[in-house]
């Protein structure tokens, strides 16, 4: 696998998982993030969860490439969902899709790198 892989996987690992835990802890901005876009907090647990598992799947995805895929897949799916609901739900500016659209990017990348 070259560097540039290993460091894209490794940095969407890192910021995917640590998403995951501000959420799964319910850290006070998130959770008041959370409620302004009006959905359910049960349901802030649950993306916070498949961001943890994805962020671990994209560890393990440097020995096996069908859990990077997988991983990455589960992302794609959360980073839409997330631009959905900046965009519509919160009414934010584009810059507030940026961070989700650079790991839409990376997950895209990632599995193609991985279909090789």
Known sequence: MKIAMIVIQSVLALFIGLGGII???R???Q???WSHYSYP???LTVV???ELLSAIGLVAGF???TFA???SLVIIFLMLGAMYTHLFKANHSFDMLIPS???LIFSVIVIVRNMK
């Open 101 to 103: 659209l650079i790991c």
């Open 48 to 50: 916070g969860v498949l």
């Open 41 to 43: 907090l049960w349901f």
């Open 63 to 65: 020995w096996n490439r």
């Open 31 to 33: 959770v008041e993030h």
């Open 23 to 25: 959420k799964i802890i």
């Open 69 to 71: 895929i997988g991983a």
């Open 27 to 29: 850290v006070p901005f």
